[in-house]
Nanobody, 114 residues
């Protein structure tokens, strides 16, 4: 079955960086567009980024220029490099097979505070 396992979250000060990973299994990762979504405390899911099978990326306005999504199809792994983190980036981050968080994993917590 489809399994997505996120890792790499943590506590960081404003301006800091983190790199999230997502290990995928149970489907043909190499041909699948993939998404990062996040959920801040008390809020709904927010789409963060999309990457197609060829590596073409799109970002929400809130993270554009600070976050970079990439993938390694040989390792069935998705990445999210987050630079210039701000307190409003605090959320649980999920990788998913759709922009609405379809088939998302358990998530990884990112907390940004001074």
């Amino acid at each position: 079955q489809v399994q997505l396992v996120e890792s790499g979250g943590g506590l960081v000060q404003p301006g800091g960086s983190l790199r999230l990973s997502c290990a995928a299994s149970g489907f043909n990762f190499g041909i699948s567009p993939m998404y990062w979504v996040r959920q801040a405390p008390g809020k709904g899911l927010e789409w963060v980024s999309r990457i197609n099978n060829l590596g073409l990326t799109q970002y929400s306005d809130s993270v554009k220029g600070r976050f970079t999504t990439s993938r390694d199809n040989a390792k069935n792994t998705l990445y999210l490099q987050m630079n210039g983190l701000m307190p409003e980036d605090t959320a649980v981050y999920y990788c998913a097979r759709g922009p609405g968080g379809e088939n998302r994993g358990q998530g990884t917590q990112v907390s940004v505070f001074a």
